[in-house]
């Protein structure tokens, strides 16, 4: 992750072997990215090369169906615009998309009650049904069951909080919540701060859809928490439309379980560990309260 950094120098060689028509367009360093590096390329394109080994196939996902997706999609989206195939200067497949304009969510909260609207008709845009070939995510839009047994460590780093308790309890309902029946809905799959983009305090578009797949739309419900302000997940269901008790009451337990997931990073980001994001942290609190205020 972030101690496997590449050089400007490769990416700009890159450019010239593959794409030498974007080849001398300015190019930046961006802070951020888990699986992959990336840079701004001229205004409105991004250069994506993989660091992770899982981050290729990530890749290949984003390539094949985000372009088939985004013209349904009411935000701006990465859409990939070219493909960078492997090389002798670089052994994996590479990306250039388009740029998403905004600052993360996790350095610029969203803070207006609009955004609730504009995250709401989103998720309304992109959950429906997937083909038959869509990407299964093996941790993304299947039973949060599959998670009881290895979630308790994710519960010691909030043992010492005042809540905790309320949490686990919240976590339980949440698991014993029926699963979804429906047919798998296409899913972004990964909605947290750093996913998404804000601009002049309010959601302004959708980025890293790495974890495209297929699944219970409660998986990207959970947003309604994790993302927006407090007290805005009512309206954020209203505007959604229909949708049960059950799957409100999954999303929480998935909202609680990426919270956990975000403090956990963040903590290691606090302590100067290889992958930490000190940034996550307070999201993810902000997370667990949002999902306690909940009547």
Not at 113 to 127: E, R, S, V, Y
Not at 133 to 149: K, M, Q, V
Request: proline share 8%; glycine share 8%; net charge negative.
């Amino acid at each position: 992750m972030d101690e496997i950094r590449f050089e400007q120098s490769l990416v700009r060689a890159l450019l010239r072997d593959q794409h030498p028509d974007l080849a001398n367009l300015e190019l930046r360093d961006i802070d951020g990215g888990w699986d992959n590096q990336m840079w701004r390329l001229g205004e409105d394109l991004a250069v994506r090369l993989p660091r992770t080994g899982r981050a290729p196939a990530l890749l290949r996902a984003e390539q094949r169906w985000v372009p088939l997706l985004a013209s349904r999609l009411p935000l701006p989206i990465p859409v990939p615009v070219r493909s960078g195939e492997p090389s002798s200067m670089f052994e994996h497949i590479w990306t250039i998309t388009r740029w998403v304009e905004g600052e993360p969510a996790d350095r610029a909260p969203i803070m207006r009650i609009d955004a609730a609207d504009t995250l709401a008709k989103f998720l309304a845009a992109l959950h429906h049904p997937a083909p038959t070939d869509a990407p299964i995510n093996p941790t993304r839009g299947i039973p949060l069951a599959s998670f009881h047994a290895g979630v308790a460590s994710g519960f010691d780093v909030i043992a010492d909080r005042a809540g905790a308790d309320k949490v686990r309890a919240v976590w339980e309902k949440s698991v014993a919540a029926p699963v979804w029946q429906g047919a798998p809905l296409w899913l972004h799959g990964d909605l947290h701060p750093a996913n998404v983009v804000v601009r002049d305090e309010t959601l302004a578009g959708v980025i890293d859809f790495g974890e495209i797949c297929a699944g219970d739309p409660a998986t990207d419900l959970s947003a309604a928490w994790i993302l927006l302000p407090a007290g805005m997940a009512n309206q954020f269901f209203d505007t959604y439309g229909q949708v049960d008790e059950a799957t409100i009451t999954r999303a929480r337990g998935w909202a609680i379980l990426r919270a956990l997931g975000l403090i956990q990073i963040g903590q290691n980001g606090r302590r100067g560990l290889p992958g930490g994001k000190p940034t996550w942290e307070p999201a993810g609190y902000a997370t667990l309260e949002r999902v306690l205020a909940v009547n």
